[in-house]
């Protein structure tokens, strides 16, 4: 059995600030057909993220007693595509006092980023980014027939292989996470590859290296790193949706906003991002996670060590990164 690379977001240092996105974006999916890709997006949470209600679909795909589950697929306007804009009206025709889409959006990434949910002064939001978890048991690889899709053994990243892919796009809905995007140009089946060119040099993805908020520990499971004492030992970074069955390897350290305000305009002790939708997210195990980094911000407010403070706080960028030199034949 080879080892498992991973990724830990810390949800409380996420600005939202999508040089994740663009750097992802600007270094994989900039060809004809890959418009609508986002092999990494950071989505406002609570919200119907991208596309569209994906963990609507979400709840009917993936592993369910065992069983592989095909969640259907998005019509075009979840992801909202590409909409032309009057370029000859505007600049060459004269018929035309501004440019504007010729047709209007009706929806997009980030089409309700920094929406807040619950109601004044205790509203609330947070910043979720997401990627491909390149599962242990990823539901795209059982449900692809002619088998394009593929878990490498050296390090756990799951790829398509693009010469073998036929476009059946079964591999789109057994995906609970929705990021397996299909190029209808090439009628290829598409994916995050965790920037595995970097990793086998010892370099970490882009989305992690140009993020300027150091919430990415990269590394692998089985090293005695940051990654496994954040899952293993302190077991604050936790799966997301993790009932959807196909054990993902990207775990998230969840959100602690402000306390909520009382009726008289004082902290109370309740949380301002509700426990049930936290549960939802992360499963049950997320009410200890915030009990642990809540002791240890308290412990570090008193002058004493914490190690899992430490760890989280990062304030050298390297030691984020774990990734030893991999390189392949």
């Known amino acids: ?27 994989w999916t900039d060809e004809e057909g890959q418009e609508s890709m986002l092999w990494n997006n950071v989505e406002t949470k609570p919200g119907p993220g991208y596309p569209k209600n994906w963990e609507e679909k979400g709840e009917r795909s993936g592993w369910k007693d065992g069983v592989l589950q095909y969640g259907g697929l998005h019509p075009d306007e979840d992801f909202g595509g590409e909409k ?24 997009g990434a980030n089409w309700d980023e920094d929406t807040s949910s619950g109601d004044y002064p205790n509203n609330y939001h947070f910043y979720l980014p997401r990627l491909c978890n390149h599962c242990t048991k990823p539901a ?70 140009q993020c300027p908020g150091r919430l990415r520990f ?18 604050v970074a936790l799966p997301l949706h993790p009932e959807f069955g196909t054990e993902p390897n990207v775990f998230y350290v969840p959100p602690i906003l402000p306390p909520s305000f009382d009726e008289e305009g004082r902290f109370s002790d309740e949380p301002r991002v509700p426990m049930d939708y936290l549960r939802y997210l992360f499963g049950p195990e997320v009410d200890q996670s915030l009990i642990t980094i809540m002791e240890e911000m308290e412990r570090k407010q008193q002058g004493k060590e914490s190690e899992l403070m430490d760890l989280l706080i990062a304030r050298d960028w390297k030691s984020l990164f774990n990734i030893p030199d991999v390189r392949v034949a």
Not at 1 to 27: E, P, Y
Not at 91 to 105: N, S
Not at 176 to 204: H, L, M, T
């Open 1 to 27: 059995m080879g080892k498992q690379v991973a990724m830990v977001i810390d949800l409380n240092k996420c600005i939202g600030c999508q040089a994740c996105t663009a750097a992802c974006k600007s270094l």
């Open 84 to 107: 032309l804009l009057n370029h000859g009206a505007a600049y060459f025709e004269g018929t035309a006092d501004r440019l504007q889409q010729e047709e209007p959006m009706g929806y």
């Open 140 to 209: 795209c690889l059982e449900a692809c027939p002619v088998r394009a899709i593929y878990k490498r053994e050296q390090d756990g990243i799951v790829l398509v292989d693009q010469d073998k892919c036929q476009g059946i796009r079964l591999c789109n809905q057994a995906c609970p996470y929705d990021k397996v995007y299909f190029n209808y140009i090439q009628n290829k089946s598409q994916k995050c590859i965790f920037c595995f060119p970097r990793v086998e040099q010892g370099v970490a993805p882009a989305c992690a290296r």
């Open 218 to 235: 990269v590394g692998y499971l089985e090293d005695a790193g940051p990654i496994a004492k954040l899952v293993y030992e302190w077991k």
